[in-house]
């Protein structure tokens, strides 16, 4: 088979896409009139082949031409495969897929980079769909998805009443140290000044702290009758937010001194690709 149908075969799906000449080469790393060959005839190197067929939406074989050779859907895929596995496997099958997306390049060229030597790295991509970071530090690993979608992310990043009073809780002398050390326990109910005697603090000053964490949905309140008269309990509220929050926390307070790498995408007129080395 001749490879100038690859040259047509481009041209067509590039229409069908809607993509400008100047925008799928942007896509894949290659100028405007690199692409303009292609469809004149010319062959791309065959290396750009996969980055093409992922932009285009099809198959390599299609590219060639060949009929019946539809794209798989992803989606659909993962979610057979995940849900062949048993339960017990697919968390972590999940989160060693993830893990592998975002290392094998699907955040842009400099992912190599965050290979070598298994070094820690942070790494962010902002496009208009959305905000990933992935970071891997000290053989831990930390992924943060926002998906614009039909409502918009920029109301995560919007400081309101609610994320305010969160913030002025957990910045209350021993605020942070209670919460935390109701998280590394299983969860359980303790009174005010049985958690007050294990952290050293004053019982006056737990109470206040887990009250206010009670109206943030922290902690768990539980009222109980007993022989000395009514008491409350508390316990940690697991909703599964508070643990990436924290370690998001660590994150924007400690930043890694190894590899930082930023990809823009909101405006690709301007978008550039930025490398922070560590000493």
């Not at 979610?79 to 955040?107: Q, T």
């Not at 891997?136 to 109301?155: M, V």
């Not at 990809?263 to 978008?271: G, N, Q, T, Y």
Request: aromatic letters at 6%.
């Amino acid at each position: 088979m001749s490879y100038s149908i690859v040259g047509e075969q481009i041209l067509r799906f590039r229409k069908e896409k809607g993509l400008t000449q100047r925008e799928l080469g942007e896509k894949i790393g290659v100028s405007s009139s690199a692409v303009s060959q292609w469809e004149s005839g010319g062959t791309p190197d065959i290396s750009l082949l996969p980055a093409l067929s992922d932009v285009l939406g099809v198959t390599v074989d299609a590219l060639f031409g060949r009929t019946g050779a539809d794209r798989e859907d992803m989606a659909q895929a993962v979610e057979g495969y995940i849900g062949s596995l048993p339960e017990d496997k697919r968390w972590g099958e999940m989160i060693s897929l993830i893990r592998k997306a975002m290392l094998s390049g699907g955040m842009g060229k400099n992912a190599e980079l965050v290979n070598i030597d298994g070094r820690d790295f942070e790494e962010t991509y902002l496009s208009p769909e959305g905000v990933i970071t992935v970071v891997s530090a000290g053989g831990r690993s930390f992924l943060s998805a926002i998906y614009n979608g039909e409502n918009e992310a920029d109301d995560l990043l919007s400081c309101d009443e609610k994320v305010c009073r969160l913030f002025a809780a957990l910045s209350e002398p021993h605020a942070l140290t209670l919460l935390v050390r109701l998280y590394r326990e299983p969860p359980k109910f303790h009174t005010a000044g049985a958690l007050a005697r294990l952290l050293g603090m004053a019982r006056e000053e737990t109470e206040a702290i887990l009250a206010e964490f009670t109206r943030l949905r922290l902690t768990e309140e539980l009222s109980l009758e007993t022989e000395e008269g009514g008491v409350k309990a508390y316990k940690v509220n697991l909703t599964g937010a508070t643990v990436p929050f924290l370690a998001a926390a660590r994150l924007v307070a400690d930043p890694l001194a190894e590899v930082r790498l930023v990809s823009d995408k909101r405006r690709p007129e301007k978008a550039a690709a930025t490398k922070e080395k560590g000493e």
